[in-house]
């Protein structure tokens, strides 16, 4: 399998979420600290904040609203994020809007994100990839990392905002130098196919490590591909194993294969047709489209060469494997 260019969704910082090419998954609640409020605000504050830690919604709200009343821009994304997660609270995005705005009306730029994300989702408001772009652009020149992110990828893929390689490339080197995953992937990526960017496997591989050692499946699967054919970085097997075999352990189905396939040449690994039986046989269940067919021609292949026994063991292998990792 070769290396492919393409935009992995990313974990972002806390407070945010990840985004996929397909939609844009669920916020999750960041509690902000300052030493800046007086220390009665501070008690009410923290005390929310334990009661939201032990899952009393009711209470972290009953803590927080005062606050938020008051003009506390933590306390108003807080409440925000309890309405948009239905936490002590019926979901309403609208209410969740509405305090997200409050916040952000004091700079604070995890709302002005989640404003970003509730115009991209059209959550509360009509769905607007302009209206997202601007917001995420206000968190993203406040620093953060998933703002950053999300507006280089919608640079990259000219959505919201004209297609420009330039705010692609620089978005995504910021958010990379944060150190957020997804971005140091996309970066990578353009590297690797020279998008907007000169051409260089090197430089590619170097984002693509830092992304894998963040534990990104996808970038340990191209670090290991990049390992096994000397692309960019000497050719090293062993290494090529160690990534390939971390991001099938992430139910990668690419990595699984060529995984497989090392086992069953002995590239840089004892031969072992049942260990590669078992990688093969886990790359097919998780795979989609084209990429049955190819695996079903390796399986069929290999088992061609195996006794019984051997066919046996691997299925063994294949049985453990699942139960160990969830089915």
């Known amino acids: 399998m070769v290396i492919k260019s393409g935009l992995e969704c990313g974990s972002g910082i806390s407070g945010s979420e990840a985004m996929s090419n397909a939609m844009v998954r669920a916020a999750a609640l960041v509690l902000m600290f300052s030493a800046l409020l007086a220390p009665t605000a501070m008690a009410g504050f923290d005390e929310g904040l334990a009661a939201f830690r032990h899952g009393d919604f009711a209470t972290a709200m009953a803590e927080w609203a005062p ?180 991001a099938s352990e992430q139910r990668h189905p690419a990595a699984q294969f060529n995984l497989g396939l090392m086992y069953a040449r002995g590239d840089g690994v004892a031969r072992d047709y049942a260990q590669a039986h078992m990688w093969l046989s886990l790359a097919l269940a998780g795979a989609a489209g084209g990429e049955r067919d190819e695996i079903t021609r390796g399986l069929n292949h290999l088992a061609g060469l195996m006794t019984p026994a051997q066919l046996a063991e691997g299925q063994r292998h294949a049985e453990a494997w699942r139960a160990t990792h969830g089915g």
Do not use: C
């Open 67 to 246: 606050l938020a009343d008051a003009g506390d821009a933590r306390a108003q994304y807080n409440i925000g994020s309890l309405y948009k997660n239905g936490q002590g609270v019926a979901p309403d995005d609208a209410a969740a809007l509405r305090w997200f705005e409050r916040a952000a009306a004091s700079g604070h730029p995890e709302a002005e994100f989640q404003i970003g994300v509730m115009h991209h989702q059209g959550r509360g408001v009509a769905q607007s990839d302009s209206q997202a772009v601007t917001w995420y652009r206000r968190a993203a020149g406040n620093g953060l990392a998933e703002a950053q992110y999300r507006l280089g990828v919608l640079h990259l893929k000219g959505e919201g905002a004209p297609r420009d390689g330039g705010d692609a490339e620089r978005w995504l080197r910021r958010a990379a130098e944060q150190g957020h995953a997804g971005a140091q992937y996309n970066l990578g990526s353009m590297y690797a196919v020279g998008e907007f960017v000169g051409r260089s496997l090197a430089e590619a591989a170097r984002w693509y490590r830092r992304a894998a050692e963040q534990n990104l499946a996808q970038a340990q699967f191209q670090l290991g591909m990049m390992r096994l054919q000397g692309l960019g970085v000497p050719r090293d097997l062993v290494e090529a194993e160690t990534w390939l075999w971390f």
